[in-house]
Nanobody, 118 residues
Framework: QVQLVESGGGLVQAGGSLRLSCAASGGIFRGMGWYRQAPGKQRELVATVTRTGSTNYADSVEGRFTISRDSAKNTVYLQMNSLKPEDTAVYYC??????????????WGQGTQVTVSS
């Protein structure tokens, strides 16, 4: 059974830090990443990381958030520093599960709430 399980969300004051973790199991994963969805808004990209460690960030989090990956553990992390109230959202982990040479399927975690108070 394929699962992506997030942890590490919570309530923090503006300027604080949180570290999210996402443990993937039941498959082989290529790219992995974090997305977020605030109330009344569409889900948006936060950061992605490839199997080789190449990263990509949304402009709004560049320089404050760091995505990293432990491929041996199929785990991806998101270190969030200098948090702002506008970072408040449900954060979702995703992963590209490799089905075969030509096909992948996108898997999602259940989400973890991050709330930043002003």
């Amino acid at each position: 059974q394929v699962q992506l399980v997030e942890s590490g969300g919570g309530l923090v004051q503006a300027g604080g830090s949180l570290r999210l973790s996402c443990a993937a199991s039941g498959g082989i994963f290529r790219g992995m990443g974090w997305y977020r969805q605030a109330p009344g808004k569409q889900r948006e990209l936060v950061a992605t990381v490839t199997r080789t460690g190449s990263t990509n960030y949304a402009d709004s989090v560049e320089g404050r958030f760091t995505i990293s990956r432990d491929s041996a553990k199929n785990t991806v992390y998101l270190q969030m520093n200098s948090l702002k109230p506008e970072d408040t959202a449900v954060y979702y982990c995703n992963g590209e599960q490799v089905l075969n040479t030509y096909n992948v399927i996108l898997r999602w975690g259940q989400g973890t709430q991050v709330t930043v108070s002003s």
